[in-house]
Structure formats: C-alpha cells, structure tokens
C-alpha cells in the first residue's frame, strides 16, 4: 500500500532562506511522486512531479524535488524563499502506481518572515 | 490545461439536511475524481465519478452518504447526504488532462 509522510505541518523562514520541505513515502510499486500547492481559498496546482528520467524534477517557482529511492523521499526545495511562496505543500504517491488517483501527505504550512 | 468550476464554493448548512455539489469543467475528460479535504487533514479520495455507469467509491465512503452523478464528459455533481458536523469539510472536484491531475477551488462546507 501506498503512503506518504510530510515531517513538519509547519515549517517557517526567511524571506531569501532556503526552503526545505520533506516527503517521505512507502509504496510497493515504482512511485509516481508530486508536489502540489495550495494558496488560500484556492485549488491546489501541481508544482512539479516525477514519474520516470532523471531524479532531480524541476518545477514552476524555481522549486524543485530530488527523488531518492534509498531514501523513499521526495523533499521540494527552493534556494530563496519569496513572501509570496506562502501556502500549504501538499506532497502525493500515485494510488497504484496511476498519476490521476493520489494519495496525499498531511500538508506542510509554509510562512515566509519579512 | 483544463479549467474547472465548482458550486457553492461555500456554504452552510443545517444538520440533516442534503447538499449538492456542482463541477464543471471547460472541456471533455474521461475521469473525474472527488475528494475531500477535512478541516487541517489532508486530500482524500472519495470517489472517481464515472461517465455512463456507477462511480467508484474509495474504502470508507458509500453511495447512500455521497451519490455522484457524471451525465457526460463536463459536468459532474456529489451530494453529501443526511449531513452532520463531522461532514465540514472542502470537498473538490478534479479532472485528469494530458497526465495531469487537475483541482477546482473547493466547495467549503459548514455544518452546524
């Protein structure tokens, strides 16, 4: 069965600091992983996402997530933290090995600090 | 990408009553998904609503509480049925387009 784990429902920095949120996951088949964002009172819009190829996926907002299967995570970063990059990071492991029935981790709660 | 509508996108309600939720999206997709999002949870997946046949429930969640309806490519609805608090909750349509999961901005339910 598939799961996935974000350690830290909130995490807090800097405006410039790195951004670091992380993702773990368990899944018996090959995962399918993804980072999704959710500003508020708004859907949530996929960041990026890893399926096959290379392990370092690059996404929009200069995040990007590095896949590391002896690891099972998938930590999205970001080298400088923007006031706007305030929102909730919602990672997810594909239901079966599929990429349109998801399984989402708990929610990191990012606040960006003046 | 596809861009999607849903109905309300807040309401509240009184308990033991129905709601229906509507979501439409701006082309067609062959599957559309509803999950629900409880309030500092996570997504979870209701059902996947089904174009032509019964949609699909998820382990724990039962047509009598959510009937879906899917009566063609764009258009789907999810009634939450005989609600009660523990139903407060944004539920959300999404839609699957060229591999990408796609969401609409939630339907926020209050029920008192």
């Known amino acids: 069965a598939q799961s996935v784990t974000q350690l830290g429902s909130h995490v807090s920095v800097s405006e410039g600091a790195l951004v670091l949120l992380r993702c773990n996951y368990s899944s018996s088949v090959p995962p399918y992983l993804f980072w999704y964002v959710q500003y508020p009172n708004q859907g949530l819009q996929l960041l990026l996402k890893y399926t096959t190829g290379a392990t370092l996926v690059k996404g929009i907002n200069g995040f990007e997530a590095e896949f590391k299967k002896s690891e099972t995570s998938f930590h999205l970063t970001k080298p400088s933290a923007h006031m706007s990059d305030a929102a909730e990071y919602f990672c997810?492991?594909?239901?079966?090995?599929?990429?349109?029935?998801?399984?989402f981790g708990t929610g990191t709660l990012l606040a960006v600090q003046p | 990408s596809a861009v999607i509508s849903q109905k309300p996108s807040r309401d509240i309600c009184q308990r033991g009553t129905s709601l229906t939720i509507q979501c439409q999206v701006d082309?067609?997709?062959?599957?559309m998904f509803w999950y629900r999002q409880q309030p500092g949870q996570s997504l979870t997946l209701i059902a996947t609503?089904?174009?032509?046949?019964?949609?699909?429930?998820e382990s724990g969640f039962v047509i009598d509480k959510f009937p879906i309806s899917r009566p063609n490519l764009t258009f789907s609805t999810l009634t939450v049925s005989n609600m009660s608090p523990e139903d407060s909750s944004i539920y959300l349509c999404s839609v699957t387009d060229t591999g990408e999961l796609f969401f609409g901005e939630g339907s926020r339910l209050t029920v008192l």
């Open positions: 082309s067609q997709v062959t599957m």
């Open positions: 997810a492991v594909g239901y079966g090995g599929a990429t349109n029935k998801l399984i």
């Open positions: 609503a089904n174009q032509g046949s019964e949609a699909t429930y």
